[in-house]
């Protein structure tokens, strides 16, 4: 069974940025796409970023043009790099797996399993 375990999270300065890996074992990135997604405190699960299996993103309004998914198949991980991170953005960043290999990936987050522990991204000055 693939399981995904989260890193990179910390605390950052508005404007600064962080490097999130979601680390594949058990399994292959080409099992389904894989979807980033964000939870504060008392929120809802919402998504970020999505990476296909066949290698295409998708990025949420929101984030696009600051942060950038990317895998490296090699060593099954996939990244979310994330520039002049803003308040809004802090949570604690999930990554999950949607096996139905879409060409384009989804952001409904019923779709997602296999969902790592997170880790926590705190952007506070």
């Known amino acids: 069974q693939l399981l995904l375990v989260e890193s990179g999270g910390g605390l950052v300065q508005p404007g600064g940025s962080l490097r999130l890996s979601c680390e594949a074992s058990?399994?292959?990135?080409?099992?389904?796409?894989i979807g980033w997604f964000r939870q504060a405190p008392a929120k809802a699960r919402v998504a970020v970023s999505c990476?296909?299996?066949?290698?295409?993103?998708n990025y949420v309004d929101s984030v696009r043009g600051r942060f950038t998914i990317s895998r490296d198949i090699v060593k099954n991980t996939v990244y979310l790099q994330m520039n002049s991170l803003k308040p809004e953005d802090a949570g604690v960043y999930y990554c999950?797996?949607?096996?139905?290999?879409?060409?384009?990936?989804?952001?409904?987050?019923?779709?997602?399993?296999?969902w790592g522990q997170g880790t926590q991204v705190t952007v506070s000055s």
């Open positions: 999950g797996l949607d096996p139905r290999r879409l060409r384009s990936c989804s952001f409904d987050v019923g779709n997602f399993g296999s």
């Open positions: 058990g399994g292959s990135l080409d099992y389904g796409d």
């Open positions: 990476i296909s299996s066949g290698g295409s993103p």
